[in-house]
Every structure is written in C-alpha cells, then in structure tokens.
Nanobody
Framework: VQLQASGGGLVQPGGSLTLSCTASGSIPSTDVLGWTRQTLDNQRELIGG????????????PYADSVKGRFTVSRDYAKNTIYLQMNNLKPEDTGVYYCWAPGWPTTDKYKWGRGTQVTVSS
C-alpha cells in the first residue's frame, strides 16, 4: 500500500490549509496513520496520528506542542484517507509534510510517496 500526501501550497500567515494523505489500498482502522514534517532547519517533527481504539472510537495520538490548538488530524476510514487541517499557520510551519506511520520512513509495511510542500509567507 502506498501513502501519498497532497494539498500543500503557499499560504499567508494566519491562513489555513488542509492536507490529504491517500492510501492506494485498504488499511486496517487500528493501524495508526498520521503526519510528520521536515521544517526549514531540517528538523523532523511528528505532528500526530490517529486510529480506532478497541471500542471503535478515534484515538488521536498527542499532537506536537508546536501545533496544539491549531492543527487537527482526522481520518476517513472508508476512503483510506487521513487529513491534516492546519489553522493559524505560522512561517515556522513551512516545510515538507509527509504521511506517517510507526516505523516511518524505513518500515517496508508501506510504500512512501513524496511529501507535500507547505510554505507560509506573506
């Protein structure tokens, strides 16, 4: 199964953007999927992940402190797609955003597509 991120672009500070990560095939709802990013200073940061828990509810992994209250991870299990809603974007959010799962990017459980570039600038 390949995971491919899309939806990046140029946005002004304070603006919003929604990214999508689409899987080429079915992924169990209990498998954690999420987002990570590589910022301009080449730092990798895990943003957050989501999966169904044992009761069937969404279990969202803690967000990175830098994005708490601004970014939201969601998932459409029927469409095998996860989303990253980004609000109140800041210049320091600029970077390449990647689909993420435990073991990224070295696990061979998935095939990793390219990330999507997000640029926050006036």
């Amino acid at each position: 199964v390949q995971l491919q991120a899309s939806g990046g672009g140029l946005v002004q500070p304070g603006g919003s953007l929604t990214l999508s990560c689409t899987a080429s095939g079915s992924i169990p709802s209990t498998d954690v999927l999420g987002w990570t990013r590589q910022t301009l200073d080449n730092q990798r940061e895990l943003i957050g992940g989501i999966a169904k828990d044992g009761s069937g509810s969404d279990d969202i992994a803690p967000y990175a402190d830098s994005v708490k209250g601004r970014f939201t991870v969601s998932r459409d299990y029927a469409k095998n797609t996860i989303y990253l809603q980004m609000n109140n974007l800041k210049p320091e959010d600029t970077g390449v955003y990647y689909c993420w799962a435990p073991g990224w990017p070295t696990t061979d459980k998935y095939k990793w597509g390219r990330g999507t570039q997000v640029t926050v600038s006036s």
